[in-house]
């Protein structure tokens, strides 16, 4: 009989899955970095999208792998206990708030967590959201200290951050980041099924 | 080579937390200060191969902050001031690379002592002992693809992305789903799933060194909270 709860099992899935998609986004996280140099800027704002386009499968696969409730708000405050051994504990809140709104996707009880539709549109409002991180670290250290750079003024960097807080830009992120998600996710599906359902690794509802 | 200090993982925890708060509102100087502090503490616990990369960075920091005030170039000021944003994490990182080095086994042993669910002290745990893995894997994916003809950046990859996505993400789904069923037969082995507290045979206390370090972060923490 299927546990109700989250086992050794999926919780050692979960931990293997999140520390992949954690490896995938902050080696891809630097290579924008660079390029965000090079194009003003610009990168930053396709860099969700690509990262979550690409983690989108995993994350579908760790989704319907597991298939119980929790999985979503594990995987987040992990990212967030992460973050914390990075200097940035505040972070942990933020994951904890995402990972509610991916749960909350999954919210009518049934066969949500075995449904690759469901899956992917929780996948794409959860990966969207985290794609919002990089502006909560900003809001956290320039609340803290905008004045660490002598090349800049604090009008300089209070422009900067209203720019990078700008509602058009963050609806910018937020939308290429659900386009991105939901083109991985599709892709995530398609692969699952040609590989891992027919295999018999992943049992699914369509 | 002296020997690493042995210290209780919660002051390792401790010591993380503290530092991450501390470095918010620190100015540059209190910044440099709380480097040193956590660069000695680093070095005392065995963090010595990558210390180096950690003072070039910092080099860098001042290096591309001497060149923005200097020439007012945009390139130098932008190098500034996203270096600006590594250096302020650069004491957490040191902190956090201790925390991280600490064996599994004590790690676990440490965070049942604090009574916290045992979900989030193994997931917490394999996460943390599986972020080095998951980069080796896909390093040796890449080889693999490099040997037939479909690495990312070859002439496949940009005629077939679809191809090259495929080929690099199966591969490294089929391997973390082996992975996390050899982790959970070896979990399940060491009775993980057991419903009775478990024991170690690390022995969790705190000995003088964490008293010490206790005392010197406290001091610190005073230090750096009065100068604001």
Same mark, same amino acid.
């Given at each position: 009989m299927r546990k109700k709860f989250l086992g050794i099992r999926d919780v050692v899935t979960i931990a293997i899955f999140t520390a992949a998609i954690m490896m995938i986004g902050s080696a891809l996280s630097k290579v924008f970095g660079v390029l965000s140099f090079l194009t003003a800027g610009g990168a930053i704002l396709v860099s969700g999208a690509v990262i979550s386009f690409l983690t989108a499968p995993l994350f579908l696969l760790m989704v319907l792998k597991v298939g119980k409730h929790g999985a979503i708000f594990l995987h987040s405050i992990l990212y967030g206990f992460i973050f914390l051994l990075a200097g940035l504990p505040h972070m942990v809140i933020f994951y904890a708030l995402v990972g509610l709104i991916g749960e909350a996707m999954m919210m /009518?009880?049934?066969s949500g967590y075995r449904h690759v539709f469901r899956s992917g549109l929780a996948c794409s409002v959860f990966l969207s959201v985290k794609s919002l991180h990089p502006a909560a670290i900003l809001w956290i250290i320039g609340n803290y200290? /905008?004045? &660490?750079?002598? &090349?800049?003024t604090a009008a300089q960097i209070a422009k900067m951050m209203d720019i990078y807080f700008n509602p058009i830009t963050v609806g910018l992120i937020f939308v290429l980041t659900f386009v991105g998600s939901a083109i991985g996710s599709f892709a995530g599906a398609r692969l699952l099924r040609r590989h891992f359902v027919k295999s018999g690794i992943l049992q699914i509802n369509e | 080579m002296s020997k690493p200090l042995i210290l209780d993982p919660r002051t390792k925890l401790g010591v993380v937390l503290v530092i991450g708060f501390l470095? =918010?509102?620190?100015?540059v100087t209190q910044l440099l200060l709380l480097f040193s502090v956590t660069a000695l503490y680093g070095f005392l616990n065995? +963090? #010595? #191969?990558s210390l180096p990369i950690y003072v070039l960075i910092l080099l860098l920091y001042f290096l591309s902050d001497y060149f923005a005030s200097e020439t007012r170039n945009i390139l130098f000021v932008s190098l500034a001031f996203f270096s600006y944003f590594i250096v302020c994490f650069l004491p957490a990182l040191l902190a956090g690379e201790v925390l991280v080095r600490t064996p599994a086994g004590q790690l676990m042993s440490a965070l049942t002592a604090w009574h916290l669910p045992k979900t989030i002290i193994v997931a917490f745990s394999v996460s943390l002992r599986f972020v080095p893995i998951a980069g080796m894997e896909i390093r040796s994916i890449h080889e693999v693809m490099k040997q037939r003809g +479909?690495? =990312? =950046?070859s002439r496949t990859g940009w005629l077939h992305p679809w191809r090259v996505f495929e080929c690099a993400l199966v591969p490294l789904m089929i391997r973390l789903l082996k992975i996390s069923d050899e982790l959970t037969a070896s979990a399940i082995t060491r009775?993980?799933?057991?419903?009775i507290r478990r024991t170690s045979v690390h022995e969790i206390k705190f000995h003088f060194c964490d008293y010490a370090v206790i005392l010197l972060l406290l001091i610190l923490t005073f230090v750096l909270l009065v100068r604001r």
């Open positions: /009518p009880r049934g200290n /905008p004045q &660490g750079v002598h &090349g800049y | 470095i =918010f509102g620190s100015t065995g +963090v #010595r #191969r +479909v690495a =990312f =950046f009775g993980a799933e057991a419903p």
